[in-house]
């Protein structure tokens, strides 16, 4: 017997034995991360010491402060306002020119809902839109340095509620309309209101390079209020989908009058076949506005029966289904777009309303969905595995369920009243898991007392294993929805570079300068640490004279190319303030009505020196 | 570095002159030619590296602002550094200050000339007369950044908001300046020089007179 063979085998057995018994066959290393993070108390899960940053930003909307609130998670902390539809004196928007100019004579705005833009369904860390539902705005915000780079009025229609949603690679915003309005917003007796009055729905499109906010065309939907949308993924990525309520087109005391109806619909429409329409001519010039009529220009929009005065619809991450959220009907619906495809595809319709064909709730429906004593089901974000978490208004809680079955997997209470709830980039393609903020309502008892009104309240959920929620922050009035992006996608920038083409920019302090032609004042200025030069010849260069009446432009560049070194601007008692950013160079425009002395000074604190960082504006009056 | 530029001819016609003159005995060996050879080109690899830089750290600045030196610019964050140094009235630094920035480039590149012309003339005298060289351009080379340093620590603007007493810096070390700690450190330039010499060195040894 050769030797060799029974000492190999001996060898190779007791090889496989400690592979077996030692060698680590977990898939990833994510599961270990997993693991141990399940092991962190609460406290220590949400705690990120100095010098660790958050894993996520938080994008949530500020409602009626028209403003966006930046947090991250998971330490819950505030990071920045954002103001986008109302002033803002900390930053000076409304007050520079730039900013002035985009709010035209608004002071306010209502921001609902904010949709990060995307590349292939996913998030790309580029650029933040917003609308206003108080006047009929869109914006878009730039992520490299978290200002607001144009804002579009919206003609023809009242509160963009229903947006804003993007589609797979940021072709379109889509932006329906909560009120019902005659285009135009002319004057007509509400008697008229089906006649008359429209619920027009705006196709915005971004034009990246100049960053720029433009209407493509717009549709002239039945006067019904839109309430939320969203767009298609992959295989249904040319569609999107929104919810309606008021189809009884009520005209006063909605409460009752629009919760008449046992269904309401979920307007289903395939943009690309309305961009072929208004490419072919298949549109209606309202006020230098493209606009589709669907009961003149019929194709690409349907009707989806649903349980009445829906709230949420939103798209499975597979793109395969769309979940109504029944708010008044205590159920989930889980709709199919292969089944709604194939019905319009068979003209499988049940006749039509206001001129568009309603689709068979039979032939699309997929299942409804009723967790025992769930009520008020608002909104549903996604995790990785494609379970559906659904905000539960009325009955306080977040319930964890699975699409593909309807079994209900989980729920957990929270504090109070929860509107939307936004996952871990839980709207794109390939959600996160791990975390859900709850956006809720109420919150009341929460936390110290500020009088009769408080704050809102965001609750921070772990999603990793048994929902928990594990942190509560306060946050101010509103937030409606959010957005949960990975923090490495943004890439924010630390100073404004140089544009060496831009006139209005100063970067050598001996050339800063006072330009005087008639009643005009240019003055092309710097700000460093810590001092103003407006005039680098002048005997004081700190100083800026000018006469009563005239018309002074005040070009300031902050000359610290150095991170968050912001220098502010004010004129006491001119009610002007503005900062400038490391880099930055900015304007502002205004009438020296007021005659006499008013000091200038820096207000976002920056040196030392800041409070000697001052300087003179010295109006002489007429003679 | 100043070190004048007739000072080289000198030496260069010199080395020719002992070219003439050259007997078998001051003759190098070809390995000891390869290794001065070496040495020019580190010299010139040197010309593309940071010779020296002084790092500042703050509290407010945990990741440090930075003048970097190369033979023929400054790097770093030298506007940031100069808004902070003007609290305490030091002058700025700029490379219209340092005239040597226009020059050295040059006084280096006629180095790794020299030194390759030495390679090629494989002879001990002129190999004693680039090492004379390169101890007197470094000595001034040490001289000049010293001199830097003085000027800008000592002389520091009266009527700058926060007053200090002069001070010179180091130019290997630590010093401490306010609220900033800085850190003078010789760059990857002047090591690549260091071998440079070192490898001059060595043919000295290697062709020694065997008695």
């Not at chain 1, 072919?280 to 506005?289: A, K, L, P």
Request: contains cysteine.
């Amino acid at each position: 017997m050769k030797k060799w063979v029974p000492i190999a085998s001996g060898l190779l057995a007791g090889f496989a034995a400690a592979t077996i018994s030692f060698a680590d066959f977990s898939s990833n290393a994510k599961t270990t991360e997993t693991a141990s993070s399940s092991n962190k108390s609460d406290a220590e899960k949400v705690y990120v010491p100095f010098g660790k940053k958050d894993d996520y930003y938080l994008f949530a909307s500020g409602g009626h402060s028209g403003q966006m609130f930046i947090y991250g998670v998971p330490s819950m902390r505030q990071i920045r306002t954002v103001p986008v539809f109302s002033q803002d004196s900390a930053t000076g928007y409304g007050f520079d020119e730039h900013s002035k100019k985009m709010m035209g004579d608004y002071t306010w705005g209502d921001l609902h809902h904010p949709a990060f833009s995307e590349t292939n369904g996913d998030y790309d860390g580029k650029y933040m839109f917003a609308t206003d539902v108080g006047n009929s705005r869109a914006a878009v915000m730039d992520l490299k340095t978290f200002t607001v780079k144009d804002i579009l009025n919206v003609p023809n229609t009242s509160g963009p509620h229903c947006a804003a949603f993007v589609t797979e690679n940021t072709e379109y915003m889509f932006l329906p309309t909560r009120f019902a309005v005659p285009l135009g917003q002319a004057y007509e007796s509400l008697d008229d209101y089906s006649t008359k009055y429209r619920g027009v729905m705006s196709a915005v499109t971004f034009d990246e390079k100049n960053t720029k906010l433009n209407i493509a065309y717009q549709v002239a939907l039945p006067p019904w209020s839109y309430d939320l949308s969203d767009a298609g993924k992959k295989s249904s990525k040319d569609w999107a989908v929104m919810t309606t309520y008021n189809t009884e087109e009520a005209t006063t005391n909605l409460e009752i009058n629009a919760s008449q109806a046992d269904r309401d619909f979920i307007v289903l429409f395939n943009w690309k076949e309305l961009e072929k329409m208004v490419k072919d001519g298949q549109y209606e010039d309202v006020g230098g506005q493209k606009m589709i009529y669907p009961e003149k220009q019929k194709g690409g929009i349907y009707l989806v029966p649903v349980a009445k005065s829906p709230h949420g619809v939103d798209v499975t991450p597979d793109g395969k289904y769309f979940i109504a959220s029944g708010k008044l009907a205590p159920s989930m619906t889980v709709f199919s777009f292969e089944k709604a495809f194939k019905a319009i595809e068979n003209k499988d319709f049940a006749g039509e309303r206001n001129g568009i064909p309603i689709i068979n709730y039979k032939s699309v429906m997929e299942r409804e969905v009723n967790p025992e004593n769930a009520l008020g089901p608002l909104h549903t974000q996604f995790d990785d595995k494609g379970m559906a978490y659904t905000t539960m208004f009325i009955s306080s809680e977040i319930v964890k369920w699975d699409p593909k079955t309807g079994k209900t997997l989980d729920r957990v209470p929270v504090q109070y009243s929860p509107g939307h709830s936004v996952a871990a980039e839980g709207d794109t393609v390939s959600p996160d898991g791990h975390w859900l903020v709850a956006l809720n309502k109420i919150a009341k008892d929460s936390y110290l007392s500020v009088g009769p009104s408080h704050p809102e309240s965001m609750q921070l959920i772990d999603i990793s294993g048994k929902m928990k929620v594990i942190q509560s922050s306060p946050v101010n009035p509103e937030p409606h929805y959010a957005q949960m992006i990975k923090a490495d996608k943004i890439k924010a920038i630390n100073v404004y570079p140089k544009d060496e083409n831009n006139k209005e920019a100063v970067y050598k302090k001996d050339e800063a300068k006072i330009v005087r032609n008639g009643n005009k004042v240019d003055v092309y200025g710097i700000a460093m640490r810590s001092k103003f030069i407006f005039d680098a010849k002048a005997k004081r260069p700190d100083v800026i004279e000018v006469n009563e009446g005239d018309e002074v432009t005040i070009h300031l560049t902050n000359l610290d190319f150095d991170e968050d070194i912001t220098h502010g601007f004010a004129i006491n008692s001119y009610n002007l303030n503005m900062e400038v950013q490391p880099g930055q160079t900015n304007t502002m425009k205004f009438t020296a009505k007021k005659a006499g002395t008013y000091p200038i000074y820096c207000t976002n604190f920056c040196s030392a020196l800041h409070q000697e960082m001052t300087g003179y504006f010295l109006v002489k009056p007429k003679q | 570095m100043l070190v004048p530029i007739p000072f080289y001819l000198i030496i260069t016609i010199k080395g020719v002159v002992n070219l003439n003159v050259s007997k078998k005995g001051n003759k190098l060996s070809l390995i000891s030619a390869l290794l001065i050879g070496a040495s020019a080109a580190l010299i010139v690899v040197s010309m593309f590296f940071p010779w020296w830089r002084m790092l500042f750290i703050a509290p407010q600045y945990p990741e440090g602002l930075n003048i970097i030196v190369y033979p023929n610019k400054l790097e770093g964050q030298i506007d940031i550094i100069n808004g902070l140094n003007h609290y305490i009235g030091m002058a700025n630094f700029s490379e219209e200050n340092f005239p040597e920035l226009g020059y050295l480039i040059y006084i280096v590149g006629g180095l790794a000339a020299l030194t390759l012309i030495t390679a090629l003339l494989r002879n001990k005298k002129v190999l004693y007369g680039l090492i004379g060289i390169f101890m007197i351009g470094g000595a001034a080379g040490i001289w000049d950044l010293y001199s830097a340093l003085k000027r800008y620590g000592s002389n520091l603007d009266p009527k700058a908001p926060i007053h200090m007493d002069p001070f010179v810096p180091p130019i290997i070390g630590e010093n401490t300046v306010a609220n900033f700690i800085t850190h003078s450190i010789l760059g990857t330039g002047v090591y690549f020089v260091i071998a440079a010499f070192i490898l001059l060195l060595i043919p000295l040894w290697k062709d020694r007179k065997v008695k």
